[in-house]
Structures are given as structure tokens and as C-alpha cells.
RNA sequence: GCAGACGUAGCUCAGUUGGUUAGAGCGUCGGAUUGUGGCUCCGAAGGUCGGUGGUUCGAAUCCACCCGUCUGUACCA
């Protein structure tokens, strides 16, 4: 009864998860659906690491000797500090600025890579995460954020979403910026409140036009009773920008202009409201963003594991960004472009069954009857006919002398096929081929071991060179079974 | 960050006004069955009762703080 020493115990960080077969699988579909399009347009890959220097990714050290909350911080041997990358923009730009004299502007590309982010987590919200953008720098013209826009609307089909099943919505920060002039918050002395405006505004889906005028005048008390303090506008003031937000009401300006052009070669190339669409409320990120914004909306439901139905939101979003690369050349290299999550239009995907359809089948299974090395050298050979003719196999590599387990294990596996070759088979010339997906109906049928045991359900004998083209007809016939029910459940 | 709810075995959960050695189902492992998956039966392992401190003769139970999870909200490049 010895008191066990502490062990060390397995935990994942919060907010970080491992992943999945099935999920590693269907992002890497998803990456190559979204791929195939940005590839259509011209765009090519380019790759940065994870980790960039602090003040490269817009982030500062204040006074404390930390940096801004919200990134994961490393201080590097020389004391230099260091940030994992929060978004794929910023290292961006600092690659194209340290590289401006090798790249050819406009430059096209496109990268796919995972984020962090050191806040809250939540259900669907992780620290680490992965988006996959595209971006064309060094192009001014309106023109390239219509193509962008475009484009998000082309992979959001690719991934096999419907037509009314998503949005992009389009908006200027330019068109806001003038209303909030309009409503006399221009200037310096008031950027703090056009924040708070601005993220009213951004809340307009989530809350209604009621909770953003609430956010606009004295504030707004969640569920929980805790308050937000809101822009504190007068009613007037209130009034013109629910009413612009809402779309009765317009202002003339340069962004409404560039809003105009953009919408022209929306309608030249026949993307109708259906697919992009401007919309005044949007917002997108503060810090960066100067002309045009747009984000890509779902608008099915969604229901989670629970069988809730939840607010999807944004599954993707960009905009113009002009002043990003200057920051480190000093010279103006306009970019404009767009970023896709992975993770979370995944999540939105599978549930849609969209996803995955491309299922895996496990590896036939080549059970051990005897251990010695020359044994093992036949049951391996047979593995690699079988890997030679194109089909997933494996020999077992467990304990061979617990024969049940094999089975066992070839069963837990989703294994759709064993191969037995004992003594008695081998003086034959023959194998045992056991089908185990018919075998697990049979079970069904059979209520006691000894029979279960010796009848040997859906099993055959046949020779040993029959091996492969045994094995591969019954895989067909299996996938032929799969189809026929998948058909039945579909229809 | 703020507000609220919750935290007992790998999972889902019991556990009486504070009272002996904290239980069940499922799962896992072993055996019945060392040449055949499932079913059935038998057996076993598995717990710092989220952590620390306090109140008490005595704490899973009461109190404080911390950690974590969930919900809402804030921030979100």
C-alpha cells in the first residue's frame, strides 16, 4: 500500500488541442480545395515562421518588460524580444519590406499557417489556430479589392457551400470614417469615441439595432448584469448612424465612390448580391484597415456537439491595408487581402457534411501465426504485395502469441479485412481471408461464443498467389456496400 | 479583464443535517477461450473528492483564496 510519488501529470495547455485523424484530414482537403482556386487566380504560395520580432508585428514593449497582452512573448538569447505571430498580414509585410528590391510588384501570394493568440479561449475559439490568406501588394486600384473579394466568394464555393449559404459583405472604412465626421466626431480629440462607435456598430449583428443604439448612447447590461459603458451620443446623432448602418440613409464621399466602382465590377462579372454584397456595417479590424473591408459570413445555422444552435458569424475577413509595409520602407506599397479560418469554417463544414465524405478505409490487416524470422519475412511479404498493388496494409506488430487480440485489434482498427496464414494453410499453399465487416453482421445473428468461434464467419480459403486479387475484389465489393447504403441513408 | 454557474474514477453521474474503509453504470485490463473480433460470465486495476489554507473531535460536504471548465460580456491585429 506504498503511497504512489507524485506523478507528473498529462494536461494540454488551454486553449490548444491535439488533433485528430479525421481533422487533420479534412483540413488538408480543405486547404487544397481553397489552394486549387487561389492557384486559378495567380496567385503563389510564400511561407514566414511562427516566430517574428516583436516590434515587426506592430506590437510594442511598454514600460513593464512584457509585451502586449495577446501575444505569446520569448525573449532570444541577445534579449531581443519575440512574438508568435497573431495573424499572417504582418509577417507579410515585413517579408515583402526586407525583400522590396527582389519582389516583383504587385505581388500575388497566398500562405496557409497556424496563429496565436494569448486571450480567452472559448467553445470554437482557440489560442492557436489556422488561417490562410491571400494578399496583393503593391497594387492602389479598388479593382484588386473587387478580385479579392471575388475570390473569398470562389473558395467559399470550392469548399462546396451553396450559393445563400454564405456572403461576402463589403464595406470603406472611408464611408464610416465620413459619418462619424457628419455627427461632428472627427478629429483627434475624439479618436477614443469613434472606437467605441465603431465597435457599436460591429455589434450589430449580434445584438440588433436596439443593443447597438443602447451601445451608442449610455450603455448596455449583459445577461449577467455587468454593464458596458457606451459612445454616449445624443438621440440625433444616434439616429444618423442607425440609419446609415441600416442602409436608409448615404453619404457621399470618396469611399462611397471607391464603394461604386467596386460594385460595378461586381455586376460586369455577374457576382450578384448573392455572393458580394456592400453592406454599411461592416467594420472588420481597427488598427490597420484604410479603404475597403469585407468579410465572409455564413447564413445557415449551425448546430454544435450539444445540438445548439449558434451564432457562426464571420468565418473570414480583410481589407485594404496601405500603411503596413511603409512602416518599414518609408515608401508607400498599398496591399490589400483577405484571411480564411481554417478552423472554424471547418467546424461549420463538418457539420454541414461537406466535409470528410472522402472516407478512409484502414489498412487490411496480415495476422502473425508464428514468430521466427523467416515466418515473419512471408507474413511481410505479403504486406508489401498488397502495399504494391496500391492497397493500405499492415502486419500486425503486437504481441503475435495472443492470436485473439490480433482480431481484436484488426476489429477496434475499423480493419476491413484479416489475412490468417497458420501451419495448416502454409503445408496447403493457402490463406485464410476474412472479411470483417460481413463477419460483424453475422455476430449479430449469433448469440454463442463456441459457434461464433468455430463457424469462422465470412471467411475463405483460397490460394496463396490469389492474394492480392482476393483482397482487392473484396475491398471493391465493400466500397460498392458503402455507396449503395450511403445512397439509402441520403435519399 | 468583468459578471455568474460549476468542479467526486478515463467518461456520465450518486453520495442524507458535517460522522466508520467515498459508490454505481459505462469504458480499460486479465481470465473462461495460448488458431479467430461480437455476446455472456468471473476477476482486477483505477480517486491527493480541482489545489492550498482555515473552522471542527471529525470535511467530498462549511468558510477564504487560488486554479480550471462552462455561459454572458469586454477586447480582438
Known amino acids: 500500500m506504498s503511497k504512489k510519488p507524485n506523478k507528473l501529470k498529462a494536461r494540454l495547455p488551454r486553449g490548444f488541442v491535439d488533433r485528430s485523424a479525421a481533422d ?51 525573449q532570444d538569447d541577445d534579449e531581443q524580444w519575440m512574438s508568435l505571430r497573431y495573424d499572417l498580414t504582418a ?68 469548399l462546396g457551400l451553396q450559393r445563400g449559404q ?14 462619424l465626421d457628419a455627427i461632428g466626431l472627427g478629429g483627434d480629440e475624439n479618436a477614443e469615441r469613434r472606437l467605441t462607435v465603431l465597435r457599436a456598430i460591429d455589434k450589430l449583428d449580434k445584438f440588433g439595432t436596439e443593443g447597438v443604439r443602447l451601445l451608442l448612447g449610455e450603455g448596455r447590461k449583459d445577461e449577467s448584469g455587468d454593464f458596458t459603458k457606451g459612445a454616449e451620443l445624443d438621440a440625433a446623432a444616434i439616429d444618423q448612424i442607425v440609419g446609415f448602418v441600416g442602409g436608409t440613409a448615404q453619404i457621399d464621399n470618396e469611399g462611397q465612390a471607391e464603394l461604386d466602382q467596386m460594385q460595378a465590377i461586381f455586376d460586369a462579372c455577374g457576382y450578384g448580391a448573392d455572393r458580394v454584397k456592400i453592406d454599411p456595417s461592416v467594420v472588420r479590424g481597427l488598427e490597420y484597415y484604410t479603404g475597403p473591408v469585407y468579410e465572409a459570413e455564413l447564413l445557415f445555422d449551425v448546430t454544435n456537439e450539444k445540438g445548439e444552435v449558434v451564432q457562426f458569424g464571420s468565418v473570414g475577413g480583410g481589407g485594404r491595408y496601405d500603411g503596413l509595409v511603409k512602416r518599414f520602407t518609408g515608401r508607400d506599397v498599398p496591399a490589400t487581402g483577405f484571411s480564411i479560418g481554417v478552423s472554424r469554417l471547418m467546424t461549420a463544414l463538418k457539420n454541414l457534411g461537406k466535409l470528410g465524405q472522402t472516407e478512409v478505409v484502414a489498412p487490411v490487416l496480415v495476422t502473425v501465426m508464428d514468430g521466427d524470422a523467416e515466418a515473419l519475412g512471408r507474413y511481410q511479404k505479403m504486406v508489401q504485395d498488397l502495399r504494391g498493388a496500391g492497397i493500405r496494409a499492415e502486419m500486425y506488430q503486437g504481441n503475435w502469441k495472443k492470436f485473439g487480440n490480433q482480431l481484436k485489434y484488426a476489429d477496434r482498427r475499423d480493419c476491413p479485412i484479416a489475412i490468417i496464414q497458420g501451419s ?34 465470412a471467411q475463405i480459403t483460397v490460394a496463396e498467389n490469389a492474394l492480392v486479387e482476393t483482397v482487392r475484389k473484396l475491398l471493391a465489393d465493400q466500397a460498392e456496400d458503402r455507396a449503395r447504403s450511403a445512397n439509402a441513408g441520403a435519399a
Open 91 to 158: 509577417p507579410l509585410a515585413r517579408h515583402v519590406a526586407e525583400n522590396i528590391n527582389e519582389i516583383q510588384l504587385p505581388y500575388r501570394t497566398y500562405r496557409a499557417g497556424w496563429v496565436f493568440r494569448n486571450e480567452k479561449p472559448g467553445p470554437g475559439r482557440f489560442r492557436q489556430f489556422m488561417q490562410f490568406d491571400a494578399d496583393t501588394v503593391g497594387a492602389p486600384g479598388v479593382q484588386t479589392d473587387a478580385e479579392m473579394c471575388m475570390m473569398m466568394a470562389d473558395a467559399m464555393e470550392a
Open 24 to 74: 487533420i484530414r479534412a483540413t488538408d482537403e480543405m486547404i487544397a480545395r481553397i489552394k486549387e482556386v487561389y492557384e486559378r487566380y495567380g496567385f503563389d504560395p510564400v511561407e514566414t515562421p511562427a516566430f517574428e520580432y516583436t516590434d515587426c508585428l506592430g506590437k510594442f514593449l511598454p514600460d513593464t518588460d512584457r509585451p502586449n497582452a495577446g501575444v505569446f512573448s520569448v
Open 424 to 457: 495448416d494453410e502454409r503445408a496447403a499453399g493457402e490463406l485464410q481471408i476474412k472479411d470483417l465487416i460481413e463477419g460483424k453482421r453475422l455476430s449479430e445473428e449469433i448469440t454463442d461464443n463456441v459457434t461464433w468461434r468455430e463457424s469462422r464467419p
Open 166 to 179: 454564405y456572403v461576402i459583405r463589403v464595406n470603406n472604412r472611408k464611408v464610416l470614417d465620413g459619418v
